[in-house]
């Protein structure tokens, strides 16, 4: 029996166009196998085929307008199961679990009687203790617990006593900052298996070796720069990871990710030099990049495409992206594109980076996600570049309630293990309580000013104190270590982290900026910037690290390296080879992603007919069609930050599911219709909500897949184009320093077509700004056939070809019809420019028009009135991108500059217009700079016009008026220039400016 399929809930859409059918009589569909696509003014989807089946017949053609129930095909031997029965299934799976929530709560709101109390006053106890021996009793109990039931035990029952208080009306909330000691207590933590020994001479000369790598650059030549202070602080960090707990990526394994702080870089280098993996002689040329063999300043994948991945010097950048990072990852694993290997995400920050607000402002997304493949570990040397981070507090407190309040797990290393007998011996408790009264400031002193300075300003606030070291030389209480340069302590904590399950882990370790510098830098305030080390700080600095150096040896700043057979380079090797190979190390074994079949964009290069639509319709046209392309389907990442309905791209969310990583735990309130909100674990759409940096990140993350996880992605991001690139411009930056490989999309571009939206939302910059990135290639396609043949290019260049770009493409909302490919155009849309239409049958006077995105329909109407007005011919151009024009002529003029005996070469622009007749007038809808650039390259009378100045909200016509890109004043500037080139009389433009109502007092829209 023949089973009618007809339109379901499309909301609130009637009369719909039909603009595919995707399946014919005789074809046999699967459940969900799309039918038709349909089309409204804004927005396409396909209509997906609740039942698997044969086509009997079709009822509808490409045209056809229909509704809610329209029928669309009969479909025979179709599975019973009817969608109905599943979602009252659905309903019924869903009620308990609602229940059980619903009853959850209902029980922690105890309702008491209310019970006529006498109203109490309580004594306010402002922090003293009101009754110690009541306190005493209490900790007493807890003690018992602690000791019979353990802490977890004992943790219950104070978060029950809070609950209770709560209820009775306290609206303390449970602090989430603990006192200032390790996390992990001695008897807990885990001992590393290392030979300490030799760690430490591995270490030392890794310090060695970064700290005169600086001081010999700088010796060289003092403008190089470089910091010694900051890997300093972190050598232990890094070394502990490196010898124990970092897996490198191999043929077994995908590799763990390590963003390194940039400013440690040194530290990164000496390693690798004594691994064997750099030269002395790429040492000695450390900043020195531009004559090859040098080592970038801090880690640029772009300038050491083997060695580094993630550039992260820009502060706040390594967080966000690597929080990102460690969410794609997920997406991934949950999407079935990549084993689940456990393998971590480790971050590296600084403690003053901590204030970007990129740092922090994407934490919550990381425990709401669960990352548990995540560690942060941020050094605590409480200095950034200018003094201290946190002078009047403390740094890793409030570090902690911020990240304890988000949801991650916390693990402070602060104290080293040789505190560790001080904290069991003192049974007052004076000393954490003095712990948690220094702050920042007083501990940087303690550690600039030596051993007799802490006994008295430390310890000497209490007597008891001062007695619980009277047995201490000053020189024992100088070595009291900070938890951050204990292996045993930064071990223990990042076994620790490996081991969490369900959050990601931030490990906050104390350390002291310029350790070992001494008086040239040892946690002093211009330690950071300290790169020039005298003699006799080098000395003390080989001294103080035991290098076996003569003293003309450090006198010459030599790097130290033992011999191959030494222990400590066979430790150090070994310990690599243990954990898989080389970090950092930048490799690719992506299998390159088959460009699609040329059919997916034929339609598009046909005339749409009397078809109005915008290129953002046309764009999602195409990525619907791609994903029904089997090498490309599963690699699309589409990537929205809550605009997806501005963009007609909703129908995507029934189609390809949000990326949930708990699937969805809801029946979404527009379940009935078509397009409904459906989350999934397999969701492939990434709705990022509104955070243009994240959306930037997930961007990133997934373009640099074929390196990080040898995949290829095609990540494609969506956004308002004024949302782009000056929103996150540093982000772009560095999406191309890491050869980031995806699509850009500025939705609504320009200053006119994003109609309503007004000052803040209208771009006229976007393209510039895309232009500063020399591996961005970007364009600004009109027509559908533009679009179609851009993006394939980039697809082909991208993934056939691999090269290391990236696109960005600006597309409007506003909808008109598209004309035919005209022929043998590809070559030019790709170029920049290509001749689209010719009026050339009046006559003498000629002018040549040169339009892009949203103003080259106003220049083609220009050239109608130019020629049936006034009998001058055109030749229009559309100039799919000024950038790519520009680079040509930048790279031709250069190349005939370096060759002056040769026959200069033609810019592709003079190839253009050499040989044409007429000056030159060109208009977009950016700030005239846009067009201008490829002024320089052409020898002809050149006049650009765009939209310079605020936005404001208007309808289209009287923005364009405003900025003076309409046809109107086109044809009114044309005729202007032309008359001033002495080609025809005044008279016409004065004609025309009467005509068109041109006020030629209205000021310049800049000043408006
Ligand atoms: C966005 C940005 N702003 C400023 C700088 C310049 N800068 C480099 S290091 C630094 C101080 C870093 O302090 P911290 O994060 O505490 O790192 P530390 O060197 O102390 O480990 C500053 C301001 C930068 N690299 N990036
Ligand atoms: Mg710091």
């Given at each position: ?23 014919k ?92 109390s ?12 009101i ?39 306290s ?96 530290g ?6 004594l ?75 600084g ?18 996600e ?20 946190r ?6 407190q ?8 988000a ?34 400031g ?24 001062k ?18 340069h ?51 700080d ?19 700043v ?34 390159p992603i ?12 046909k ?6 639509m ?98 290829e ?39 006119t ?13 976007s393209h ?39 696109y ?15 022929k ?98 060109a ?35 009287n923005?364009?008026?405003f ?46």
């Amino acid at each position: 029996m023949a089973t009618e399929i007809s339109v379901p809930d499309i909301g609130d859409f009637e009369s719909i166009e039909i603009i595919e059918v995707l399946v014919k009589p005789g074809d046999v569909i699967n459940k969900n196998d799309p039918i038709v696509t349909l089309e409204s003014d804004k927005s396409s989807v396909e209509v997906p085929s609740p039942l698997a089946g044969k086509i009997s017949s079709l009822k509808v053609k490409i045209g056809d307008k229909v509704s809610k129930g329209s029928v669309l095909v009969l479909i025979e031997d179709a599975e019973t199961k009817s969608e109905q029965k599943s979602k009252e299934q659905k309903k019924e799976d869903i009620l308990p679990e609602t229940e059980k929530i619903i009853k959850q709560a209902e029980q922690t709101i105890v309702q008491k009687p209310k019970t006529e109390s006498p109203k109490k006053v309580y004594a306010r106890p402002n922090g003293s203790d009101i009754d110690p021996i009541e306190t005493k009793e209490w900790l007493d109990s807890l003690d018992a617990v602690i000791s019979k039931d353990g802490s977890d035990r004992a943790h219950y029952l104070l978060k029950k006593l809070i609950d209770e208080t709560y209820k009775e009306g306290s609206h303390r909330p449970l602090t989430r900052i603990t006192p200032y000691i390790n996390t992990i207590p001695p008897e807990s933590e885990i001992k590393s298996p290392g030979d300490q020994n030799i760690e430490r001479r591995i270490r030392s000369l890794i310090r060695w070796n970064a700290a005169a790598m600086v001081v010999k650059a700088n010796k060289k030549n003092p403008e190089l720069g470089g910091h010694i202070g900051t890997f300093a602080s972190a050598a232990t960090l890094y070394d502990v990871g490196m010898n124990h707990f970092w897996r490198a990526k191999n043929n077994k394994f995908g590799g763990d990710l390590i963003y390194f702080q940039g400013h440690s870089a040194p530290g990164m280098y000496a390693r690798a030099f004594l691994e064997g993996r750099l030269t002395e002689k790429q040492l000695n040329n450390f900043r020195q990049e531009v004559d090859g063999e040098g080592l970038s300043s801090y880690p640029h994948p772009w300038l050491m495409p083997k060695f580094w991945q993630f550039p992260i010097v820009s502060m706040g950048l390594g967080s966000i992206m690597s929080i990102y990072q460690a969410r794609f990852t997920k997406y991934l694993i949950n999407r079935g594109l990549l084993k689940d290997e456990d393998r971590k995400i480790w971050t590296f920050l600084g403690d003053g980076e901590m204030d970007e607000p990129e740092s922090l402002g994407a934490i919550g997304l990381a425990s709401r996600e669960k990352l548990d493949n995540l560690i942060f570990v941020i050094n605590c040397n409480l200095q950034r570049l200018d003094g201290p981070v946190r002078g009047n507090g403390k740094i890793i407190q409030e570090l902690e309630g911020i990240f304890r309040g988000a949801g991650w797990n916390v693990i402070k290393v602060i104290w080293g293990s040789y505190w560790d007998h001080l904290l069991a011996k003192d049974k007052s408790g004076l000393l954490i309580k003095r712990m948690n009264e220094c702050v920042d400031g007083e501990y940087q002193a303690f550690k600039a000013k030596g051993g007799a300075y802490v006994r008295e300003n430390f310890f000497g606030k209490y007597s008891k104190l001062k007695e619980l070291v009277s047995t201490m030389t000053d020189g024992d209480i100088w070595k009291l270590n900070r938890g951050g340069h204990d292996p045993h302590k930064v071990y223990a904590a990042y076994d620790a982290a490996m081991k969490t399950k369900g959050q990601p882990t931030v490990i906050l370790a104390k350390t002291i900026k310029g350790y070992g510098m001494g008086k040239s830098g040892e946690s002093i305030n211009i330690t950071h910037q300290q790169k020039k080390l005298g003699e006799e700080d080098l000395l003390y600095y080989r001294d103080r690290f035991d290098i076996p150096l003569t003293d003309k040896q450090v006198k010459n700043v030599e790097f130290y390296k033992p011999g191959e057979k030494s222990e400590e380079i066979k430790y150090l090797k070994e310990r690599r080879m243990m954990l898989g190979g080389n970090i950092p190390e930048r490799t690719s074994y992506a299998k390159p992603i088959k460009k699609p079949s040329k059919d997916i964009f034929k339609s598009m290069l046909k005339s749409s007919g009397e078809h109005k639509m915008s290129t953002t319709m046309v764009l999602v046209r195409m990525l619907t069609s791609l994903l029904r392309d089997q090498n490309i389907a599963s690699k699309l990442v589409p990537i929205i930050p809550d605009e997806a309905r501005t963009f007609g791209m909703e129908g995507f969310f029934q189609k390809i599911g949000i990326y949930a990583h708990e699937g969805q735990k809801y029946e979404p309130v527009d379940s009935e219709q078509l397009s409904f909100y459906r989350e999934d674990k397999k969701g492939q759409v990434l709705e990022e909500g509104i955070t243009e940096a994240g959306a930037m990140c997930s961007w990133i993350a997934a373009g640099t897949a074929y390196t990080n996880h040898d995949l290829e992605m095609i990540p494609i991001y969506l956004f308002y184009s004024m949302f782009g690139f000056q929103r996150v411009m540093d982000f772009a930056w560095a999406a191309g320093d890491a050869q980031t490989r995806g699509f850009l999309i500025g939705a609504t571009s320009g200053k006119t077509t994003l109609a309503g939206e007004g000052l803040q939302h209208q771009d006229g910059h976007s393209h510039l700004l895309a232009s500063t990135i020399p591996n961005c290639i970007s364009y600004d396609p009109t027509f559908s056939y533009e679009l179609a043949i851009i993006l394939q290019e980039g697809l082909r260049r991208m993934h056939d070809k691999q090269e290391n770009i990236f696109y960005y493409i600006t597309v409007m909302n506003e909808n008109y019809q598209h004309p035919e490919m005209p022929k043998d155009c590809e070559k030019g849309i790709l170029k920049g420019m290509y001749l689209f239409k010719e009026f050339n049958n009046k006559g003498k006077t000629k002018i040549q028009l040169l339009g892009c995105g949203a103003i080259l329909r106003e220049i083609i109407a220009a050239a109608e009135i130019l020629s049936k007005d006034y009998n001058i011919d055109s030749d229009v151009w559309s100039v799919t991108s000024f950038n790519e024009l520009r680079n040509d002529g930048m790279k031709i003029e250069r190349k005939n500059l370096l060759n002056p005996g040769k026959k200069p070469e033609k810019s592709y622009i003079e190839k253009c217009l050499g040989n044409k007749e007429g000056l030159i007038v060109a208009a977009s809808d950016y700030i005239k700079t846009y067009a201008d650039q490829i002024r320089p390259y052409i020898s002809r009378s050149f006049y650009s016009f765009g939209t310079d100045g605020y936005g404001r909200s208007d309808g289209r016509k009287n923005l364009r008026k405003f900025f003076e890109v309409d046809k109107e004043y086109i044809v009114t500037y044309a005729l202007s220039a032309l008359a001033k080139e002495q080609l025809i009389s005044s008279k016409y433009a004065e004609e025309a400016m009467k005509k068109y109502k041109i006020d030629k007092d209205k000021p310049i829209p800049t000043v408006l």
